[in-house]
Structure formats: C-alpha cells, structure tokens
C-alpha cells in the first residue's frame, strides 16, 4: 500500500456531519477529518519516524493520519479554532509547554482548565464517533456522546463538567529525560474493581486519560484539570510507567528483531 492509499479514507462518506447533524446537501461534502489534530501527528513526524500502532496486523509504524469523513466546512473550522488552537496554546507552544520550563514534578502553567478540558473532550468525542479501525476501542455512552456533542458546538463546557468525567494529562519522556512525540491509537482499561473505564490517549509527547465516571483515587486533584482552576497540572512520567505503552514498544522491538528491521 502506497502512503497516498494508507491516508485516504476509504469509507463511503456519511451522508450528514457528525457535530451540527446537518445534511450533506445543505453543508456540502464532508471533510476528511483528523481525528487527533494534524499539528501533532505532524509534530510526531518532524521529531522522526511517526511511531503509529496498528492493531489488527499487530504493532507496526506508520505515517498514517487516520483521517475520516465526518464533519462539514464549518465544524471542521470550528474545531481547528476554538478547540485545537486552545490545545496549541496551552500545551505545545514551543517555551509554554508546561514540564520542559516549569518545575518538576508538576509543572502548573496558567491557562483555563475548563477550556483545555473541553479541547482535549473534543478529540475525545471524535474518536467515539469514528469508525476507522484504530479507534475502535474508545467508545462511550450515548448520554456522553451527546453531552459532549453539545458542549463542542456551543462552546462552553459546564462547571460540574469534572462530575461527568476526569481528565488528567501526563508528558511522556523516555529514560534521557526527552519528551516521547509519539502517536499511539488511544485504548481503554476496564478498572473492575471500581466499574469504570479510562480511556488513553498517546500523542505529542503526552498521555491524556480521560475516566468515566470519574474517580478522586485514580485522578487525584493535584494531577488531574480541575473545574475553574487556572492552573494546569502536568505530571512527567517515563515511558515505561504506562504498562500498555511499555507491552507494545517491547512488542515493537520483537517484531523489529524477528524482521532485522530498524526503527
Ligand atoms: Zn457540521
């Protein structure tokens, strides 16, 4: 397969834009939409080889965008400005970004809370409602779909959005101490014990897991957003801290071996 063929969708297009419900007919063609924003796969990409896990032919690197017909002209404006642009701001612009000036443990730039939580929902709800294969295990009920659905057109998240879920964002470093820009297609974990479930989303150097309902133990409120906080709590971790991530790097590496590949 050609990279032109890998990064075009290849699902007939919907026939009415996922956000505003709106018909085809009245808002045009749908866009082939990134699902996580291209700014930070493309990120990924500049600081190397795009680390992007297949599922179903095992775990593989790629250079796919994982693009996907969904929204119409004016949606897809709206998540780039109102949405991504708050991401870009509070997370990856160049001296901000939180753990490289702040101190550590814990960096705490400013910015809203409520506003990132929101932003980070956004690509949260793109990947429950897409098909494509490498979303296939982020899932959520219809009540949470359609609340966050709610929330992206409008603008505006509630101030007992941390009642509805919790957010907690990690930036991921290999053992050098340098920030890991990969892309991972996000996985959940069923936590048993407390009958919910966490969603994990890999990209540009940070692990966002996202817990629904959600859960002062697992997301304790000097590492997780916070309703009306200014201040962003970012924890640094090592690769190797989240257990899947370490399972599929060591699968890589197996997989690399057995092919006398490189990566
Ligand atoms: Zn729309």
């Not at 699902?35 to 992007?52: A, D, M, V």
């Not at 916070?226 to 257990?243: L, N, T």
Request: a positive charge; proline letters at 7%.
């Amino acid at each position: 397969m050609t990279l032109a063929e890998a990064t075009t969708p290849t699902s007939p297009p919907e026939t009415a834009c996922r956000l505003c419900k709106k018909e085809t007919n009245e808002v045009g063609p749908l866009r082939a939409s990134h699902i996580i924003p291209r700014f930070i796969t493309k990120l990924s990409k500049q600081n190397g080889k795009s680390l992007h896990f297949k599922t179903r032919q095992g775990i593989r690197l790629g250079q796919d965008d994982w693009k996907e017909h969904l929204l119409c002209d004016d949606c897809e404006q709206l998540l780039s400005e109102k949405h991504e642009s708050v991401i870009k701001a509070l997370l990856f612009s160049g001296k901000k970004r939180p753990s490289v000036d702040g101190p550590l443990p814990g960096a705490r730039p400013r910015g809203s809370n409520d506003k990132l939580a929101l932003a980070l929902l956004s690509i949260f709800w793109r990947a429950i409602v897409a098909e494509r294969e490498e979303y296939q295990q982020v899932h959520a009920p219809e009540y949470i779909e359609s609340s966050l659905r709610k929330w992206i057109c409008e603008c505006r998240i509630p101030p007992d959005w941390d009642q509805l879920v919790s957010i907690k964002i990690q930036e991921l470093c290999l053992h050098n101490g340098l920030v890991m820009p990969v892309v991972v297609n996000p996985f959940y974990r069923k936590v048993l014990s407390q009958e919910r479930f966490e969603f994990v989303f890999i990209f540009g150097g940070y692990c966002i897991t996202i817990g629904i309902p959600p859960s002062a133990e697992a997301f304790p409120r000097n590492q997780s957003l916070r309703s009306k906080s200014e201040s962003i709590r970012v924890k640094r971790i090592d690769c190797a801290d989240v257990p899947e991530l370490k399972h599929m790097l060591k699968e890589m590496v197996a997989w690399a071996d057995r092919h006398g590949d490189k990566f």
